[in-house]
Nanobody, 122 residues
Framework: QVQLVESGGGLVQAGGSLRLSCAASRRTFSDHAMGWFRQAPGKEREFVAAINWSGRNTYYVDSVKGRFTISRDSAKNTVYLQMNSLKPEDTAVYYC???????????????WGQGTQVTVSS
């Protein structure tokens, strides 16, 4: 059974930082690209960042480039999203996802985590 378990969300002031973590089963982690999506109230879920299976290539939506960093730790079967210089518009539920690849610079999703809330106050 595939499991993606997120952690690290919370409340932070604008300009602050948070690090999200997503723990995956070993097989899922080693065989799949990993990434993050987010969904703000009243909006559609949007792609945020992805990293390919080897960790060599990363992809970001324009709005987070230079502020967010995605990485993966094979020893821990975990993918991270380091979020710096947070803005109120980053407020959303953040979802971890896994999939077969990153076509057109966007993660092709196959599995989802349950989501973790990130709230940025102004």
């Amino acid at each position: 059974q595939v499991q993606l378990v997120e952690s690290g969300g919370g409340l932070v002031q604008a300009g602050g930082s948070l690090r999200l973590s997503c723990a995956a089963s070993r097989r899922t982690f080693s065989d799949h690209a990993m990434g993050w999506f987010r969904q703000a109230p009243g909006k559609e879920r949007e792609f945020v960042a992805a990293i390919n299976w080897s960790g060599r290539n990363t992809y970001y939506v324009d709005s987070v480039k230079g502020r967010f960093t995605i990485s993966r730790d094979s020893a821990k079967n975990t993918v991270y999203l380091q979020m710096n210089s947070l803005k109120p518009e980053d407020t959303a539920v953040y979802y971890c996802a896994a999939g077969p690849g990153v076509p057109d610079n966007r993660l092709s999703t196959q599995y989802w985590g349950q989501g973790t809330q990130v709230t940025v106050s102004s």
